[in-house]
């Protein structure tokens, strides 16, 4: 079975999706368009679910095969994009839409076999500016992320609608961070995965900043300006060792 | 379980001898030995005190030993923290003393030195020279109440080990209270008691500093309790005795 | 004599002036400043040149300090990279604007001031750079007036402004020394007072208003005073002289250039 799930920006289409993931027997596939190089959703399905199969440019005769076997299939459809899937096409699949009420129009309600009620969203699709950058092996001085983020989603680098993004930290942790304008704060949630503490890590994190009138320089300028130089990760990895065969082996701890 | 602490060997050795031959003679016997800094000084042979505690013979202890207020005048003379030309010391000692000190310590230990720690936590103890003020910070049962408080509480310990003052002291503070009330431009006044409780402070001695009589501390860290020892020691055979 | 205590101005020439005003208003007797003339604020010159010319008694905050003995504050100074960066750069073009006389003014500020049992400091007594935040745990903070000898401490550095008194302080201290009997101890301490005056130029307590104390020697009145004035003209201000407009954002917001210091007690041991 497929389902196509679309929606504005900020609705909630992946928050859905995982909701849907946890009440079900796996496997499952899951699959996000329009991610391209920045696959922060799937990275974010995949860390809650290892079982579920991302599908990311992979050949179609694989899909199908998946289809025959009557696993689960999550089509996440980009708020930009157009609904139509060639892959769809004559293939038999549940549409689901998350719009508030308030967004409601014609022809959400035409397209969809459902209709969920999702956040609100006031971004306007004529004005609305994407700006994305992949930010693998970047490690985030954690006090910097917060301020920037603060920043950002307060309006400082233009109007910000939504922001997404997968941050690493220095003690090795990775954090889903999540905002969407008119819901309350900026959502951190810790991944499930291993802590990573030699090196930068060599796994997907990324940023998503959606709204209009970006300054995407000063943003990327600013993102940048938080980011960890080799040695202060090496510095900050080498504590939380230290840390750690402290807790092991609770001799005793120097000062320095 | 008891540990040795130690301060002020001043490059003394026949007094850290005399130390550790104590220590090996308690009955309950002592699992770690700590040194709280002025390893070095003036009035002794100070690479041999190095080298004594760089390397301990079979079956002794590992001495643990920080920083303390000589190491950072040597520190300074060698342009390695601090201010240059180690001025605390050439006002405290002056022209001869800057030589002596510079003369007696080698590149080599003045490297080791470096690499000591400031201070160490262990359970909810510090053990630190001075204290997290300073390597200067002299503690004594002299000093204003509030002060050692204050001292206490950046420890962030129940028990601080000091050795700046070369004293041997127990200063405990069983309890204390502070009213505090808070106004800003958006809040009305807020009052709240703080108190402290059970907190103590120990100068742990002196080992080297006075000739003949050397001074440290054993604490039994489950039961809380502290002793100081005093080592009179000779070197005409007068054999080596506790008081 | 009625007191007006000013701190951390910043270069903010509209924010003094509005402050001045409104002293006068008040009919303050004296006016007292606790430092931070400069830095991050598009005026520097203008500020010195204005606290100089009606000889308000000042002492030297952090930023005065930086830009006399250049920047060497070791990074514990700055609560994040990002704040960090930020304060270079503020440094770096104040250093490059600021006149040779007004360098010298800065250097030649003293530390502390006394006035009768009234003391007045930057950021703490120990430090510059130490900020004495309302949470501070209150033995530390008592320990900080008791430090000066004085009744009232005034000080600045955090930029939100709170009065806090300091009653009730007892201390039981017993000491035993080899050979000697237990001796034991009880400490009473009269009641202390901090003042925290805020800030005039880079206000953190979630508005854009300038912020100041007004206390009364005679009463030991203490008054919290928020004073309005054009932060369009600083913002503006802040984008023509090239300063990044991150400041003039934050400034409009009551949100300062830069967070305070994870760890507030951390003395720099430079």
Known sequence: MITVVAGPCGAGKTTWILQELAQMPMP??????????????????????????????????????????????????????????????????????????????????????????????????????????PLTGQVFDPPSLDEMLIELTGGAYGNVHRVKGIFELPDGRAFHVDFVKGLP????????????????????????????????????????????????????????????????NPEESVLA | MQWAILSGIEGNLAAYEAVLQDIRQQRSPVTALYALGDVIGLKGDNEAVIRRLQSPRPGELDPQVCIGWWEEQCFSLHGLSGLPDAPELMAQFGGDG?????????????????????????????????????????????????????????????????????????????????????????????????????????????VGKEPGKATYTLYSPYTNAVSFRTVRYGTQGKGFGAV | MKLAVISCIHGNYEALNAVLSDI???????????????????????????????????????????????????????????????????????NTVIRPKVREYLATLPMTLRLDNLCFVHGSPNSQHEYLLPSMDSFAALERVLSTDADVLFCGHTHVPYVRNLGDGTLTVSVQRPGKDALETQFKTPVKQIVNVGSVGEPRHGRPNATYVLYDTDTAQVELREVPYEVAKTCMAILEEGLPPIFAWRLARGMEFAERADDPSHVCQR
């Not at chain 2, 109440?145 to 028990?159: F, G, K, P, S, V």
């Not at chain 2, 808070?182 to 006044?189: C, G, K, R, Y």
């Open chain 1, 185 to 248: 704060g900026i959502e951190y949630t810790e991944l499930n995965l291993p802590h990573w503490r030699s090196g930068r890590p060599d796994r997907f994190s990324g940023i998503e900043v959606v709204g209009w009138n970006l300054e995407q320089e000063t943003i990327a300028q600013t993102v940048r300006d938080g980011c960890l130089s080799d040695g202060a990760i090496a510095h900050y990895q080498e504590q939380y060792k230290a840390l750690i065969s402290d807790e092991i």
């Open chain 2, 98 to 206: 800057v030589k002596q000190l510079w003369e007696s310590v080698s590149r080599e230990s003045v490297r080791w030195l470096r690499s000591l720690h400031f201070g160490f936590h262990e359970l909810d103890c510090l053990l630190i020279h001075g204290s997290t003020v300073s390597y200067a910070d002299e503690l004594t049962p002299g000093t204003p109440a509030i002060q050692l408080c204050d001292r206490l509480l950046r420890a962030d310990a129940n028990t601080l080990f000091c050795g700046r003052s070369g004293q041997t002291f127990h200063l405990k503070i069983p309890e204390g209270a502070v009213t505090s009330t808070v106004t800003t431009l958006d809040a009305a006044a807020q009052t709240m008691t703080q108190t402290v409780r059970d907190r103590q402070i120990v100068g742990v001695g002196s």
């Open chain 3, 24 to 94: 006068d208003a008040q009919k303050a007797d004296q006016i007292y400043c606790l430092g931070d003339l400069v830095g991050y604020g598009p005026y520097p010159n203008a500020v010195v040149e204005l606290i100089r010319s009606l000889d308000i008694p000042t002492v030297q905050g952090c930023w005065d300090e930086d830009i006399v003995e250049g920047l060497n504050a070791c990074e514990c100074s700055y609560p994040s990279q990002l704040a960090e960066k930020r304060g270079r750069l503020a440094h770096e073009w104040t």
């Open chain 1, 28 to 133: 499952a596939v899951y699959i996000a368009l329009g991610a391209d190089t920045v696959p922060i959703d799937a990275t974010r399905v995949t860390a809650r679910f290892p079982q579920v199969e991302i599908f990311h440019h992979r050949p179609e005769k694989e899909l199908l095969q998946r289809l025959a076997a009557e696993v689960p299939i999550y089509f996440e459809l980009g708020f930009q994009l157009e609904t139509d899937v060639p892959l769809l096409e004559a293939r038999p699949h549940r549409r689901v839409a998350l719009v508030a009420e308030e967004n409601r129009d014609a022809g959400w309600q035409l397209w969809a076999d459902e209709v969920i009620c999702g956040n609100h969203s006031t971004l306007d699709l004529q004005a609305a500016q994407l700006w994305r950058a």
